[in-house]
């Protein structure tokens, strides 16, 4: 049993340096036949915040991509809209119904500005929105909400409007859960706060390199080996 210790540790460490993989995604199951085109649908020039509850949350995520899903409102679009967005994440103790009119008071003080570009591509139903941010956001629960900031400028939907789906539409109010809230406006410091409403969210994380994998299966593969021959040994 003693000669089992140095194989279960390294087993351990190998394992330890592959980042968990878990995508998490907050909002399911949408609205059915509606959605939300604020902030990335439609000719949108302002800012825009989301937040959603920790609760969502299983434990700590390194955040590598934004993604928003089409599924429930065709509106015949053709084309991503055409602009710049620039996109910050950050830990906020503002929860769905506490969001503030003033941005800047939703804003937690790891703020990191992880996309600044053009989302401008084709477009059909059905489509999802993948944003790989530039720079990936390690998010932990524990210490508060998450908050997503978008401000977009110069604007514009040539190809049509975007309905991305949402969670929360509740009779004609936006108020229709507890994990997610959001406040928006055209321009100007502060604006409308919707409590318990936001975009269907997915939020996606590392997944192992090949070559991690590869190290992974030549070590235990390299184990095994070694304790057969140790167990078997006459």
């Known amino acids: 049993m003693k000669r089992l210790l140095p194989m279960l540790i390294i087993c351990v460490w190998l394992m330890s340096v592959i980042p968990a ?4 995604t907050v909002g399911l199951p949408a609205d059915s036949n509606i959605g939300n085109c604020f902030p990335f649908g439609c000719g949108y020039l302002g800012e825009y915040q989301q937040v959603y509850t920790h609760s969502q949350f299983p434990g700590t995520i390194t955040i590598t991509n934004l993604e928003f ?14 602009g710049n967005w620039a ?3 950050s830990t906020t103790s503002a929860d769905w119904n506490t969001l503030s009119g003033d941005f800047s008071l939703n804003i937690g003080t790891d703020n990191t500005q992880v996309f600044n570009g053009n989302l401008s591509q084709p477009w059909a139903f059905g489509n999802t929105l993948v944003i790989s941010l530039s720079t990936p956001f390690t998010y932990d629960p524990s210490k508060g909400n998450l908050l ?15 309905f991305f789906d949402n969670n929360g539409y509740n009779n004609g ?23 318990g409403c936001g975009l269907v969210t997915e939020f996606s994380t590392p997944v192992p390199e090949p070559a991690t994998m590869l190290l992974l299966g030549s070590g235990l593969l390299g184990l095994a080996g070694y304790g057969r021959k140790k167990f078997f040994k006459k």
Do not use: E, H, Y
Not at 21 to 24: E, I, L, Q, S
Not at 69 to 82: C, V, Y
Not at 180 to 190: D, E, N
């Open 21 to 24: 993989a878990a995508d998490v």
């Open 87 to 89: 996109i910050s994440l």
């Open 173 to 195: 109010n936006f108020n229709g859960n507890t994990i997610m809230g959001r406040v928006f406006a055209f321009g100007g410091p502060s604006g409308w706060v919707d409590s």
């Open 69 to 82: 899903f089409n599924t429930q409102s065709n509106d015949g679009a053709t084309a991503m809209n055409s």
């Open 148 to 162: 997503m900031d978008v401000i977009a400028t110069d604007t514009s939907s040539p190809g049509g409007d975007i």
